[in-house]
């Protein structure tokens, strides 16, 4: 397979700003089914965006119990949540990083 460059997949025009539209998103989540709106609600929680959604789909699935449906989405979004790894932004502070190069212990 042929390495592919990021340039070269992107372009060179700039890329747009893409916004969600939070109108179609109320639309189509009826549609979506109960492990699909976790996942969104678990993507929200996990890395920070969606936060006008999150709440959406939590309705949604509040409105299915209510309505009868038994499907154990607290369960299911906690135990998603614990599998998940830690994400850590921190930046390491850059002495370390040169000490540990210059140590070898980075390759």
């Not at 929200?44 to 119990?65: T, V």
């Not at 830690?86 to 930046?91: K, N």
């Amino acid at each position: 397979m042929k390495n592919i460059d990021l340039e070269d997949l992107l372009g060179s025009e700039p890329i747009e700003d893409v916004k969600l539209d939070i109108e179609q998103v109320k639309l189509n989540v009826p549609l979506y089914d109960n492990f699909k709106l976790c996942e969104i609600i678990i993507c929200d929680r996990y890395f920070g965006f969606g936060e006008k959604i999150a709440p959406i789909c939590m309705e949604e699935l509040a409105k299915r119990r209510i309505a009868g449906d038994t499907f154990d989405f607290e369960g299911y979004i906690i135990k998603a949540q614990k599998e998940l790894p830690v994400l850590d932004f921190t930046t390491p502070d850059i002495r370390t990083v040169l000490q540990q190069a210059i140590s070898g212990k980075i390759k």
